[in-house]
């Protein structure tokens, strides 16, 4: 089959591989008629997540036809045509009990955090979605049926960033009527963080990039007032003095792939920084006194200069990490 697969840094190549295979009672084969392609797959592709093996399929948002199913498969049956969530979650750990897919016990044998599709053997070492046809694991929990009259761009987006947007803003970020929100990040993400603010009664919503076509398309939506952080030496500051001491709640879709100075370049290139920490420095400086700011963005595992400070002495409350979805 063909496959868009991982081969170093900047180096991602449209493949022949060979078709993925049941390896486990519970696995099910899925013929993808959808996939999309992730913020968070850049980061792979920049190199700054590690343990990716060259060859690694990507991709964590796709959806297609049951094409094959081991035999302890219960709830789908071939011809079902299913959306994949991106955790792998075996359904049965206290973490899958408690709704907290995306932190699974089981489906990762290389460490602590759960199973992810195309992300590596940090997350687990499953071959992703952006492929003809892709291996589920724990095919009775993960894959979901969805109705035959709703076409697959009305519904891919739940495998990923519908529900992680959701997540960030609603449940992680807690918004609630008549917040002022920030968002940094106006790409896909951060657009559904945006509307989902709106829907959740936030008075004032602002949006923050660099990129105009993205802050034009973000100041067409309701509610938003758009900032391009070049414009300004402080963009943190700035935002709290146009909020007379700082947002309620401010979603951080950015991540590590911030723009980065010239020593987070350096250093992430020695791998002593997992990118940059402008966004979250930023985060920290446009939040008021006890507001949240809610992380949607990948962070790596090593960052210098943290402002660990800012975040205690103002009562900022910090939530991150991967929706259960």
Same mark, same amino acid.
């Given at each position: 089959?063909?496959?868009?697969?991982?081969?170093?840094?900047?180096?991602?190549?449209?493949?022949?591989?060979? #078709?993925?295979?049941?390896?486990?009672?519970?696995?099910?084969?899925?013929?993808?008629?959808?996939?999309?392609? @992730?913020?968070?797959?850049?980061?792979?592709?920049?190199?700054?997540?590690?343990?990716? +093996?060259?060859?690694?399929?990507?991709?964590?948002? +796709?959806?297609?036809?049951?094409?094959?199913?081991? !035999?302890? $498969?219960?709830?789908?049956?071939?011809?079902?045509?299913?959306?994949?969530?991106?955790?792998?979650? @075996?359904?049965?750990?206290?973490? @899958?009990?408690?709704?907290?897919?995306?932190?699974?016990?089981?489906?990762?044998?290389?460490?602590?955090?759960?199973?992810?599709?195309?992300?590596?053997?940090?997350?687990?070492?499953?071959?992703?979605?952006?492929?003809?046809?892709?291996?589920?694991?724990?095919?009775?929990?993960?894959?979901?049926?969805?109705?035959?009259?709703?076409?697959?761009?009305?519904?891919?987006?739940?495998?990923?960033?519908?529900?992680?947007?959701?997540?960030?803003?609603?449940?992680?970020?807690?918004?609630?009527? #008549?917040?002022?929100?920030?968002?940094?990040?106006?790409?896909?993400?951060?657009?559904?963080?945006?509307?989902?603010?709106?829907?959740?009664?936030?008075?004032?919503?602002? +949006?923050?990039?660099?990129?105009?076509?993205?802050?034009?398309?973000?100041?067409?939506?309701?509610?938003?007032?758009?900032?391009?952080? #070049?414009?300004?030496?402080?963009?943190?500051?700035? $935002? !709290?003095?146009?909020?007379?001491?700082?947002?309620?709640?401010?979603?951080?879709?950015?991540?590590?792939?911030?723009?980065?100075?010239?020593?987070?370049?350096?250093?992430?290139?020695? !791998?002593?920084?997992?990118?940059? !920490?402008?966004?979250?420095?930023?985060?920290?400086?446009?939040?008021?006194?006890?507001?949240?700011?809610?992380?949607?963005?990948?962070?790596?595992?090593?960052?210098?200069?943290?402002?660990?400070? #800012?975040?205690?002495?103002?009562? $900022?409350?910090?939530?991150?990490?991967?929706?259960? +979805?």
């Amino acid at each position: 089959m063909k496959a868009i697969t991982y081969n170093g840094m900047q180096d991602v190549r449209v493949e022949k591989v060979e #078709d993925p295979k049941i390896q486990k009672p519970d696995d099910v084969i899925i013929k993808v008629t959808s996939t999309a392609i @992730c913020g968070s797959d850049l980061h792979i592709f920049r190199g700054t997540v590690p343990k990716v +093996a060259r060859g690694t399929v990507l991709g964590h948002e +796709a959806m297609g036809i049951v094409e094959e199913t081991g !035999k302890d $498969i219960a709830e789908l049956k071939k011809g079902d045509r299913v959306i994949v969530p991106f955790p792998v979650s @075996c359904g049965h750990c206290w973490y @899958c009990e408690h709704d907290l897919w995306s932190l699974c016990d089981n489906s990762n044998p290389n460490g602590e955090v759960g199973g992810l599709f195309g992300y590596g053997d940090l997350y687990g070492g499953y071959d992703g979605g952006q492929a003809e046809y892709m291996r589920v694991p724990y095919g009775n929990v993960g894959p979901k049926v969805v109705p035959e009259e709703l076409a697959d761009e009305q519904v891919l987006f739940l495998t990923d960033i519908l529900p992680t947007s959701y997540w960030g803003t609603l449940v992680q970020g807690g918004v609630k009527p #008549d917040d002022t929100v920030v968002v940094l990040g106006c790409g896909p993400v951060g657009l559904l963080c945006m509307k989902w603010a709106a829907f959740g009664g936030a008075s004032r919503i602002i +949006a923050v990039d660099n990129i105009p076509y993205r802050l034009k398309h973000a100041a067409g939506y309701d509610r938003v007032e758009t900032i391009n952080f #070049d414009d300004y030496d402080n963009t943190g500051e700035y $935002i !709290k003095q146009i909020t007379h001491g700082g947002a309620d709640v401010v979603v951080d879709c950015v991540g590590m792939d911030g723009k980065r100075s010239a020593l987070e370049t350096a250093e992430t290139l020695l !791998k002593i920084q997992g990118g940059s !920490k402008s966004a979250i420095e930023m985060s920290s400086q446009a939040v008021r006194k006890g507001g949240t700011v809610s992380i949607v963005g990948v962070y790596g595992a090593r960052y210098n200069m943290f402002p660990f400070g #800012d975040f205690f002495s103002r009562g $900022i409350t910090l939530k991150m990490g991967q929706c259960p +979805a």
